[in-house]
């Protein structure tokens, strides 16, 4: 795809004797004539001449080889004409126009600081909005670039319950503005979910799109989804866990750009969990009156054994001892 050429080959028929002569060639750029809807042309014209072509036939196959900046634009036209020096009724031609289409190397993927992860308890005051964010990234590689479009659909609405405090759709460079649609309302509005995945299409959900004017590789585009996630509807799902899934989808002109690696749709979710805290009340009251209850079997089983009896006649069989005071002198008198 590096070198500018062009070759023309026979599959079958005659080989010796058979002289290919190339001539004719005319480039865009050395004045070549221009098309004002596809572009410049390129023009290249082979002759060869076939000696004792008689019930016989013979298949051409057309090689090109270009750069890949190349402009040919949408159609490539290629006319094959036959003439014979034997004179007859005169020279045959035919045409075909094929599509040009030009490969880019498009991929859409997702950041690794993205929110995966989200749980609420089911006790206490009721849980503010927590930061959610999705973080898409458009990888344009290879060597030539596009104009494209990017489109986030984020669920907004479960029933009649607002998910999001605050949404918003941010590209991570300058260049690149998007654009808010409406609502879309999908499904009955008061009806539970079925599933444990908020996805659109599904549910009521709202569409981004964020315009590219122009891809140049090696380049990455970044965009992050979210805002302020609402936590209080979580506590009223019947379903445990949840997952919030926010979709993305990257568009260009497929009639001129044609992907072949890599894919230009994505999903990214974040796993929303109900965490059932247990009431620990009844567990303190319930080793309270454990621990009074063994307490009071131990000391049952002490009396049965006599426990208190002997030690309160042992207490009672010990020798008391009289106190020892200090010794008084007796009294001399004098005559």
């Keep these: ?51 004792n072509l008689t019930k016989k036939k013979v298949i051409f196959q057309v090689t090109l080889d270009v750069p890949p900046d190349a402009e040919l634009g949408d159609n490539l036209e290629v006319t094959a004409t036959m003439s014979s ?23 859409l993927a997702s950041g690794l600081d993205s929110t995966r992860y989200l749980n609420v308890s089911t006790r206490g005051a009721l849980p503010p909005p927590a930061p959610v964010t999705h973080h898409y990234q458009v990888k344009v590689l290879g060597q030539r670039g596009l104009p494209a479009n990017v489109t986030f659909w984020v669920p907004t609405h479960l029933g009649r319950e607002r998910l999001w405090e605050h949404l918003e759709v941010t590209p991570g460079q300058g260049g690149s503005r998007c654009r808010e649609g409406p609502e879309g309302l999908e499904g009955n509005p008061e009806a539970p979910p079925e599933r444990p995945r908020l996805v659109c299409p599904g549910l009521t959900c709202r569409e981004f799109t964020c315009p590219l004017p122009h891809l140049e590789p090696p380049q990455v585009w970044d965009f ?112």
Excluded: C
Excluded at 86 to 106: A, D, K, M, T
Excluded at 316 to 330: L, V
């Design 85 to 107: 020096d034997n004179g007859g009724s005169g020279g045959q031609s035919q045409s075909l126009s094929i599509p040009v289409r030009y490969q880019v190397f498009l991929v």
């Design 224 to 335: 992050r989804v979210g805002g302020k996630l609402k936590l209080d509807w979580l506590r009223q799902q019947p379903i445990p866990k949840l997952h919030l899934v926010t979709s993305a989808r990257v568009t260009f002109d497929l009639r001129r750009f044609l992907n072949t690696w890599g894919g230009t749709e994505l999903q990214v979710q974040t796993e929303l969990e109900r965490v059932e805290t247990p009431n620990p009340l009844p567990w303190i009251l319930g080793a309270s009156l454990g621990g009074l209850v063994l307490l009071a079997l131990l000391a049952l089983g002490l009396y049965k054994v006599g426990f208190f009896k002997r030690r309160y006649k042992e207490m009672m069989e010990e020798p008391q001892e009289e106190p020892q005071g200090e010794e008084i002198p007796p009294k001399t008198t004098q005559n």
């Design 1 to 51: 795809m590096g070198r500018k050429s062009s070759e023309l080959t026979p599959k079958n028929g005659p080989k010796n004797g058979s002289k290919w002569v190339e001539n004719d060639q005319k480039m865009a750029q050395n004045g070549a004539k221009t098309d004002p809807e596809n572009g410049p042309k390129m023009s290249q014209k082979w002759t060869q001449k076939v000696p």
